[in-house]
């Protein structure tokens, strides 16, 4: 007897809400049938929250957090869900009523970056974000108008750093 999984079946689309923006790359959403997920979105890295630019004293994570508040608000929304992520929250997009790719629209207007390790469909669909993300960063667009940052990934791993404990020699 073979096994099904879910990722079988994926990606999975889904309308619903938004109930709560936990950062600019993670939201709290309810489907119609009242069930409640935590979406990471694929392909975008945001700034964490206590992420600040290199010379300006602006919180980049609340830049990009409120962005994508603007984005998502008042909007009927489809989840396209991709996956899962290591820590168990779903992974994928949102599409909304007029056709807007969140998380291309994101990386159009400055609001996040490309995730490193980032998968794609095609090299045509990497291309266009890739694109749109130089062009974001040409034209001083959303965070690039403060100035540079830290990629987020980075940031992480230098954050977690700090936290380990340190060995007894």
């Known amino acids: 007897m073979n096994r099904v999984d879910l990722i079988d079946f994926w990606p999975i689309k889904v309308s619903g809400q938004v ?14 049938k009242g069930e409640m997920f935590i979406l990471r979105f694929s392909r975008i890295d945001a700034p964490e929250k206590n992420q600040y630019f290199w010379k300006m004293p602006i919180n980049a994570g609340l830049v990009s957090t409120q962005c994508l508040k603007r984005l998502l608000m008042d909007r009927k929304i489809t989840w396209e869900i991709q996956g899962r992520d290591r820590y168990g929250r779903l992974l994928g997009d949102a599409l909304t009523e007029d056709h807007l790719r969140i998380t291309l629209e994101m990386i159009k207007q400055g609001c996040a970056i490309l995730y490193p390790f980032a998968r794609f469909k095609n090299w045509q669909e990497k291309h266009h974000y890739l694109n749109m993300f130089l062009e974001s960063l040409n034209y001083k667009r959303g965070l690039w108008k ?18 380990r404990p340190v060995e007894a020699e």
């Open 19 to 32: 109930l709560e923006v936990y950062d600019g790359d993670t939201v709290k959403v309810k489907i119609h």
């Open 146 to 163: 403060y100035g540079l940052l830290e990629n987020p990934y980075h940031f992480r791993r230098r954050q977690k750093a700090k936290r």
